[in-house]
């Protein structure tokens, strides 16, 4: 029977480093053979209601379970600021590139900033199919959560969600879906649901897989100069304006 090994973070660290001393840097494409990036959106859903709901829960418990995931929903991103920073971006190295300055995305940056507890940091295996609704309605304690679904059976109708949001793990599992890990706009992928199931039921720390959908989009756009930011643009807005000189604070 074959078995899986699991890997703390820092184990991972270490074979990581080993493999690229031993083996080298990857092959470097010509930048100059790049051409400019077009046609290049930020899916943004809108989070007004769902930050209205937040009121009616309390909001210190909120955030020792989940972070600050409110006050990332709350950032309003400059999409365009964005769409200038993916120019800069090398998808073989994977670090912005500014002429002499090369700036990286890190788990310890993106661990401040989400400020999620302490839990777990390890790869995860998804639910299988069949078995998202039937735990999702448990944890959400919604009977009838089919009704929610698209007709391709790929996400949930966020227009229909919005009639539970009184309650507080729903509200939690619309910012999964909406803010960090967006897949189209007013739907919460099931892949998305299956991430939250797995944070509820063994507090694994989804930093590492929302790092690696930023690093994944911007690669994707920047090989193919266009297509959609799918990742948590509030996070990386964040991250860029705390790396430049700003007068206006985006998260206190």
Request: proline content about 3%; hydrophobic content about 40%; some cysteine.
């Amino acid at each position: 029977m074959a078995t899986t090994a699991k890997f703390s973070i820092i184990e991972y660290e270490k074979n990581f480093e080993l493999s690229q001393l031993t083996e080298g840097d990857c092959p470097r494409s010509d930048a100059k053979k790049l051409s400019s990036i077009k046609n290049l959106n930020c899916i943004m859903n809108e989070v007004n209601k769902l930050i209205a709901h937040f009121q009616n829960v309390d909001e210190i418990a909120f955030l020792r379970k989940y972070g600050r995931l409110v006050e990332i929903a709350k950032v309003e991103v400059l999409s365009p600021a964005v769409r200038a920073l993916v120019h800069f971006w090398d998808p073989d190295y994977r670090y912005f590139s500014f002429r002499s300055i090369d700036l990286c995305l890190t788990m310890e940056e993106y661990r401040m900033l989400t400020e999620f507890p302490n839990h777990l940091h390890r790869v995860y295996f998804p639910l299988r199919s069949d078995k998202i609704i039937p735990e999702l309605s448990r944890l959400l304690k919604i009977s009838d959560l089919e009704k929610f679904l698209e007709k391709n059976a790929t996400g949930l109708k966020w227009k229909i969600l919005e009639t539970e949001l009184e309650k507080k793990s729903l509200i939690a599992l619309s910012i999964f879906g909406l803010v960090l890990f967006p897949s189209q706009t007013g739907v919460v992928s099931l892949d998305v649901a299956t991430a939250y199931v797995e944070y509820e039921n063994t507090q694994i720390n989804p930093v590492a897989a929302i790092l690696a959908e930023t690093i994944l989009t911007l690669n994707h756009c920047k090989r193919t100069r266009k297509g959609a930011m799918r990742c948590c643009t509030q996070l990386l807005y964040i991250w860029m304006v705390s790396h430049i000189k700003t007068k206006k604070a985006c998260l206190q």
